[in-house]
Nanobody
Framework: QVQLVESGGGLVQPGGSLSLHCTASGRFYAIYDMGWYRQAPGRQRESVAN?????RQRYADSVNGRFIISRGTNSVHLQMNDLKPDDTAVYYC???????????????WGQGTQVTVSS
C-alpha cells in the first residue's frame, strides 16, 4: 500500500506563487504516473497536471504556462505561478503504483491541501 503525504499550499494574493510537494511511502514495487488534482467547492475534482516516470508532462489548459510539475522517483512537486482566484481549491496528490511488475496498477490519493488565492 502507498501513502501520500502532501505539504505546501496556503493563502496567497493574485499573481503570487505557491508550491506543493507530495512524497510516497510504504511497500511497493514501483511508482508510475504521479499528478495533482483539485476540487473547488461545488465543483467536480479535476486534473491539474500529470507526469510520467519518463518525465512526460501534461497540464490542464487552465494552468498551462503558469504551473510546472516535476518529480523524483517517489515524489512530485507542483510550482504554481501567477495564481488566480479561480485556482482556489483543495489540491490532491495522486500516484499510480504496483506491488509487482505484472499486476494491475493501483491508485492512491493524498489527504488534500488547501490553496486560497485572494486579495
Amino acid at each position: 500500500q502507498v501513502q501520500l503525504v502532501e505539504s505546501g499550499g496556503g493563502l496567497v494574493q493574485p499573481g503570487g506563487s505557491l508550491s506543493l510537494h507530495c512524497t510516497a511511502s510504504g511497500r511497493f514495487y514501483a511508482i508510475y504516473d504521479m499528478g495533482w488534482y483539485r476540487q473547488a467547492p461545488g465543483r467536480q475534482r479535476e486534473s491539474v497536471a500529470n507526469i510520467t516516470r519518463g518525465d512526460r508532462q501534461r497540464y490542464a489548459d487552465s494552468v498551462n504556462g503558469r504551473f510546472i510539475i516535476s518529480r523524483g522517483t517517489n515524489s512530485v512537486h507542483l510550482q504554481m505561478n501567477d495564481l488566480k482566484p479561480d485556482d482556489t481549491a483543495v489540491y490532491y496528490c495522486n500516484a499510480e503504483w504496483k506491488n509487482d511488475a505484472y499486476e494491475v496498477p493501483s491508485f492512491s490519493w493524498g489527504q488534500g491541501t488547501q490553496v486560497t488565492v485572494s486579495s
